[in-house]
């Protein structure tokens, strides 16, 4: 389970989707996950349907790979499904046993919520997979740029979001060796009720909490001993400009939203 993870990971290929800006990744997926949550209809759901698996196809990531990382919040998804399939309202009854009972609209709503967070999963580890954390460092301080004017610390806020993406994987390696740590030492993590697995997790969270307290301060030691400051003044060793393939997917990705906007107007 722990390995299925694959949020926060990279996935090296010679794809067009890597060579492109980070800023417009980063935007191409703000943009799909809003257009998510606008689409109200089977025919929207198709559309944002073609434009994820195109989009995984100019990727070049391996398609189980990619979906890999849904075993991870597969207990979310059946918990999200079953609690708006039994609790929404609706015209038209469709099953009814005890007290319990399952009309249209809560037919629909489960199945749209189910789509709808499978490809918020997909669609979130798509840009990570194609991306390095220092170019998502990179995208997210120049896409935030406009707020230093505000006053907020765009660096340390993209520098912030840029270890922790670094971290997940490393913390996932981590547990994984933890894990079969404590197995070898007789830890059971499988059997036993809800409270007894819960009880057998602290042999794996007290070690993983410090060995992530370790690592942290080892990281902010090393940026201290090597003078980091950050901000202004500091240049970039591969400076982002924006090339015409950038341009494009800027125009694809404005025709996707104004196709999933007309689609819920008319629909």
Known sequence: MIRDITLGQYYPADSILHKL????KLVTTISFLVALFLVNSWVGYVVATIFLVSVIRLSKVPFPFMVRGLKAIFLILMITVVFNLFLTPGDRVLVHFW???????GLRTAIFMAIRLVYLIVGSSVMTLTTTPNDLTDGMERLLGPLKKLHVPVHEVAMMMSIAL???????????KIMKAQIARGA?????NLLQKAKSLVPLLVP??????RRANDLAMAMEARCYRGGEGRTKMKPLVYARRDYLAYGTVMIFLAVIIAVRIVL
């Open 188 to 192: 059971d993590f499988e059997s036993g």
């Open 208 to 213: 993983l909490f410090i060995s992530a307290f």
């Open 99 to 105: 007290k319990l009972q399952i009309t249209d609209k």
């Open 21 to 24: 800006d980070p800023r417009v």
């Open 166 to 176: 670094r971290f997940i994987p490393i913390l996932l390696e981590e547990t994984d």
